[in-house]
């Protein structure tokens, strides 16, 4: 039966660059809330994270991409570690997308955004209301004269914010979005927890 009420929320992070110290903060926030959300009779919400970042951080020494399911926990947001479940390997109707739990992952690849909500949709059927949160710096709306309008840059694939690859913009992340979902199926909520990003243009 589907969970009418209750939310599949799906946050991309993409921290394999200047925005790497973040990521646990990031992550300890997503379980402080949920933990909160849970004490008040709250809790709707299904959060599954894509994480990467190139460097160890705190007491998560690994580099690549993690997949978790996020659980609630009391973290103290000064913490160095995450508490939740990690995914080991994952599969969707494309095929088998990971096969170690820290296999990385170009998160500026249109193809793994692509494989993470098809994962996440597929594995947890039960929600029919979804969410995607982006996260990482943002530079807006792309255009010939300023390549830096993007979001999602991965520099652990070899590129810079100024490369035309790794990094995602708006204009494929519509495109896929539009062929994943449907008037019948929408995406309920689109957040881009970046810069630059609150415009009329990335709206349209």
């Known amino acids: 039966d589907y969970l009418d009420d209750n939310m599949l929320v799906m946050v991309y992070v993409a921290g394999a660059n200047s925005l790497r110290n973040e990521v646990l903060l ?4 997503m379980e402080k809330g949920l933990f909160l959300a849970k004490e008040n009779g709250m809790s709707k919400l299904k959060v599954v994270a894509l994480v990467d970042k190139d460097t160890p951080v705190g007491s998560e020494s690994w580099t690549g991409s993690m997949l978790y399911e996020i659980q609630p926990y009391n973290t103290d947001l000064s913490s160095t570690k995450i508490h939740s ?24 690849n249109i193809n793994t955004l692509e494989n993470f909500i098809l994962w996440a949709r597929e594995n947890y059927s039960e929600y029919r209301k979804h969410a995607l ?11 010939d004269y300023d390549p830096k ?19 995602l913009y708006i204009g494929e992340i519509s495109k896929l979005l539009d062929e994943l979902y449907s008037p019948d ?8 927890d970046a810069c630059f990003m609150g415009m009329y243009e990335v709206a349209y």
């Open 85 to 108: 479940k990690v995914i080991e390997t994952a599969s969707n109707s494309l095929g088998d997308w990971r096969k170690s739990s820290t296999q990385e992952e170009d998160m500026g």
């Open 26 to 29: 990031d992550i300890n926030s």
């Open 133 to 143: 949160i982006l996260w990482n710096h943002g530079g807006g709306v792309y255009s």
């Open 185 to 192: 199926e929408s995406l309920e909520f689109l957040g881009m």
């Open 149 to 167: 309008k993007n979001i999602c840059t991965d520099i652990e694939s070899g590129a810079t914010s100024e490369s035309l690859d790794n990094t």
